[in-house]
């Protein structure tokens, strides 16, 4: 569940990218609705692999990313239940139902407006719901196969959408909230920068800190 100061209903994209700069993030609670949270971005000028990053892309080595706008025209079952069953696993029951992923997907009852499908030979593995709008990636719900969580498939996942949205140019690309322990895993990209107290601030050590300080 997001922690946030405030909500609003944004449907114009274009207003839609300034407030994303401005603290905000789409929600998949309907269209155009819209929080302001402690969102995490990279900033994509600022973005290279570290050797981390490559260690978990030589992990992933045949991983591959495909781009699919909203509505999918050919809708599978087996996205929603991959999806209700990964959250189910991970944050609880009736974190994000099947039914809920399924209007996302599928009817697009809400602003996200592209899927990410992730595959291993020809294997589907994940997906991620996200927004993608001129300049920016809002990498907003992702989910996979947990058959490959020891081979840090989600991370890998993360790494290579950063590697499409560096060859297409973007500007930033969104990671989501930033509250909790858990969410450490995301602060290991060059570029990245958090908002706090209505600005954007690049001190990373400062927000591990407050993440590794919450209960």
């Known amino acids: 569940m997001y ?23 789409l929600t998949r609670k309907d ?8 969102s995490l971005r990279v900033n994509i000028n600022n973005f290279n692999l570290t050797s981390e ?6 992990k992933n080595d045949k991983l591959l990313l495909e781009v699919y706008s909203l509505p999918l025209d050919n809708y599978d079952w087996k996205i929603h239940a991959m999806g209700e069953k990964f959250y189910s696993q991970k944050f609880g029951k009736n974190t994000i139902s ?5 209007s996302i997907v599928k009817d697009k009852k809400t602003s996200f407006n592209t899927i990410l499908k992730f595959s291993i030979d020809e294997d589907i593995v994940g997906y991620c719901i996200c927004f ?3 300049e920016i990636l809002h990498y907003a719900y992702p989910f996979y196969d947990t058959e490959y969580i020891s081979k840090s498939l989600g991370i ?7 590697e499409y949205a560096k060859s297409k140019s973007l500007k930033y690309m969104y990671l989501g909230s930033v509250y909790k322990k858990e969410s450490l895993y995301k602060l290991q990209f060059e ?25």
């Open 156 to 162: 890998g996942m993360m790494t290579k959408t950063l």
């Open 53 to 58: 990053n490559r260690r978990i892309l030589r």
């Open 3 to 25: 922690i946030y100061e405030k909500e609003i209903i944004e449907k114009d994209e274009k207003k839609i990218i300034d407030m994303y700069d401005r603290g905000f993030v």
């Open 98 to 102: 099947a039914n809920k992923i399924k």
């Open 31 to 38: 269209v155009g609705v819209m929080q302001k949270i402690r």
């Open 132 to 134: 993608l709008k001129e």
């Open 191 to 215: 570029g990245e920068e958090w908002f706090f107290k209505d600005k954007w601030n690049q001190d990373i050590s400062e927000l591990k800190d407050i993440l590794r300080d919450r209960k």
